[in-house]
């Protein structure tokens, strides 16, 4: 039957797509880490919004970034940075101010 991925290995696979900027695939990933109740933390998360920030991807980082606050999870200062990057590469500066507060 096989063996069923650890967290270990998924942030791993989540990093390897924000490598090479599939922020689809990266966000998928998460899902299914939280799917089968693999605690998700900052470093995962963060792994995510990089793979949206390479991709370009303002929409996504900014659902993805919700969902991790409305998980209880507080964003690191790579996060915000992460987060402003998408947001000014998309020229969405209003959001980039909303993130000071």
């Known amino acids: 039957k096989g063996l069923s991925p650890n967290g270990h290995a998924?942030?791993?696979?989540?990093?390897?797509?924000?490598?090479?900027?599939?922020?689809?695939a990266a966000s998928q990933?998460?899902?299914?880490?939280?799917?089968?109740?693999i605690q998700l933390d900052v470093v995962v998360y963060g792994s995510v919004l990089n793979a949206c920030a390479?991709?370009?991807?303002?929409?996504?980082?900014?659902?993805?970034?919700?969902h991790m606050l409305s998980s209880g999870i507080q964003p690191n200062v790579f996060v915000y940075t992460l987060m402003?990057?998408?947001?000014?590469?998309?020229?969405?500066?209003?959001?980039?101010?909303?993130?000071?507060?």
């Not at 998924?10 to 689809?24: E, F, H, R, Y």
């Not at 402003?84 to 507060?101: H, I, N, P, R, S």
């Open 54 to 66: 390479r991709a370009g991807d303002a929409g996504r980082a900014k659902k993805i970034f919700q």
């Open 29 to 37: 990933y998460l899902m299914s880490m939280e799917k089968v109740e």
């Open 84 to 101: 402003a990057e998408t947001l000014a590469y998309c020229g969405d500066w209003v959001e980039v101010e909303k993130l000071k507060k």
């Open 10 to 24: 998924l942030s791993s696979v989540i990093t390897a797509c924000a490598k090479a900027g599939d922020a689809l």
